[in-house]
């Protein structure tokens, strides 16, 4: 069964300092996959998306992500983290391409950044 | 506004009393999906409509849970007879129509419940 696992609950950075969230899936086939940010009292929003091709995506607010297939993870990096950064994050996989059906998401990372 | 609106906000009930939450989509999104969302924990998939049809419910659906979605425009999740695990953060999120997968998904702010 697909699966996304966050490894770290909690992370805190500095301010200006670089910043890598950790995601690993189980997927059978090549997977579509999402990183999602949560501030508090609000929506999720889409940071980015990997489906083919190009494994590095850029996204929104200076966030890039990986797809390492021979690793099974899609890390989320960004080079200078702001405090408007904090927040919770989600990595999600599609469970059914075709149907274009239900994410699953890991359980998120808390994003905590001090000055 | 148009994104995907939730009403009410925040409920509060007492076990054991049925509540009604709606979802207004993104009016062109043909697909709607329902997530749960408790404490320290990722969405948990519900279900999921395209148009007014219910294509896919997860287990975590029991039978005192209902969603509709009568002219594929808004959706309603009724929970009967609550209990204090219903507690949660109800996410309702659309998305329109595509190749599959390749559409994203645009999430609404929540619906957050306490059974007391």
């Known amino acids: 069964a697909q699966s996304v696992t966050q490894p770290d609950i909690h992370i805190t950075v500095s301010e200006g300092a670089s910043l890598e969230l950790r995601c690993n899936y189980s997927?059978?086939?090549?997977?579509?996959l999402f990183w999602y940010v949560q501030s508090p009292g609000q929506g999720l929003q889409l940071l980015l998306k990997?489906?083919?091709?190009?494994?590095l995506v850029q996204g929104i607010k200076g966030f890039e992500a990986e797809f390492k297939r021979s690793q099974s993870s899609f890390n989320l990096r960004k080079p200078s983290v702001h405090w408007s950064d904090a927040a919770e994050y989600f990595c999600?996989?599609?469970?059914?391409?075709?149907?274009?059906?239900?994410?699953?998401f890991g359980k998120g990372t808390t994003l905590s950044v001090s000055s | 506004d148009t994104g995907v609106s939730q009403n009410p906000r925040h409920k509060i009930t007492k076990r054991g009393q049925n509540v009604t939450f709606r979802c207004d989509p993104i009016?062109?999104?043909?697909?709607l999906y329902w997530y749960r969302q408790t404490l320290g924990q990722g969405p948990e998939f519900l279900t999921y409509?395209?148009?007014?049809?219910?294509?896919?419910k997860s287990r975590l659906l029991s039978d005192r849970f209902s969603a509709e979605r009568p002219k594929g425009s808004f959706s309603t999740l009724e929970i009967q007879r609550t209990e204090q695990g219903d507690s949660a953060m109800y996410l309702c999120?659309?998305?329109?129509?595509?190749?599959?997968?390749?559409?994203?998904?645009?999430f609404g702010q929540g619906t957050r419940l306490t059974v007391v």
């Open positions: 990997y489906f083919s091709g190009d494994t």
């Open positions: 409509f395209q148009n007014e049809a219910q294509l896919e």
């Open positions: 997927y059978g086939a090549t997977p579509y």
């Open positions: 999600a996989v599609v469970a059914n391409h075709q149907a274009g059906t239900a994410l699953i």
């Open positions: 999120a659309s998305s329109p129509t595509g190749q599959g997968a390749l559409c994203e998904a645009f």
């Open positions: 009016s062109e999104h043909n697909r």
